[in-house]
């Protein structure tokens, strides 16, 4: 079974610092690896999708990047504001499982003003 | 982001009884997904489905079943709530090849 981990479990940066948001699991053989946001009590927002042929994505301030020997994906934010302020949460989905994502814990942010 | 929502928002019931949420997504998705979501465990997949009367077995699936009997919705049911199956549940819906998921605001279940 694929296990995903995100250390630290919570972080907090002052605003306009860049950070980074890590994210390890067990099995390498991934089709995909996916990055979303969730805000207190709501749903999860998609941000960066990475398939496993990729060595990252970006999408504005983010910049996602993908080692699937190490067994590791980054989440860069650039010039962190406020509003970045959320719980991190990265996916994956192994070979073995076909579409079913595997979630981390997450890693939840505080960007103070 | 996709058209999903859910329904109810928030639900109260007692032990022992029966509980459906719903699904309701816009995309013609094809891949249909329940979680529950539990502090300490992140987001664990109770049952998906690939397309229209298919459905599979999720990780955390004893206690719960699924329908979808059109391309749209996505039943979840709580064939009978214990204390346990107090959850937050999220529906998510998600595109052929690359599966990138997009998810909905969320159930919150409490059964007393």
């Known amino acids: 079974k694929q296990e995903v981990t995100q250390i630290p479990a919570a972080l907090s940066v002052p605003e306009g610092e860049n950070l980074v948001l890590n994210c390890s699991f067990t099995d390498s053989a991934i089709y995909n690896l996916q990055w979303f946001r969730q805000d207190p009590g709501k749903g999860l927002t998609s941000l960066l999708l990475i398939q496993s042929s990729q060595r990252e994505q970006t999408s504005g301030r983010l910049n996602a990047s993908l080692d699937k020997s190490s067994g590791r994906s980054t989440l860069y934010i650039a010039a962190s504001q406020p509003g970045d302020s959320a719980t991190y949460l990265c996916a994956v989905t192994s070979l073995n499982t076909g579409n079913q994502f595997y979630f981390g814990t997450g890693t939840s942010l505080t960007v103070i003003p | 982001d996709a058209g999903i929502t859910q329904s109810p928002r928030h639900k109260v019931t007692e032990t022992g009884t029966p509980v459906t949420l719903r699904c309701h997504q816009t995309?013609?998705?094809?891949?249909m997904y329940w979680y529950r979501q539990d502090p300490g465990h992140g987001l664990r997949l109770i049952h998906y489905?690939?397309?229209?009367?298919?459905?599979d077995k999720g990780e955390v699936s004893d206690g719960y079943s699924v329908s979808r009997s059109k391309t749209e919705d996505f039943l979840l049911t709580l064939e009978s709530a214990t204390s346990s199956q107090t959850s937050v549940y999220f529906c998510?819906?998600?595109?052929?090849?690359?599966?990138?998921?997009?998810f909905g605001p969320g159930t919150r279940l409490t059964v007393t």
């Open positions: 995309e013609n998705h094809r891949y």
């Open positions: 489905s690939y397309g229209v009367k298919d459905t």
């Open positions: 998510a819906s998600g595109t052929s090849g690359s599966y990138e998921q997009y």
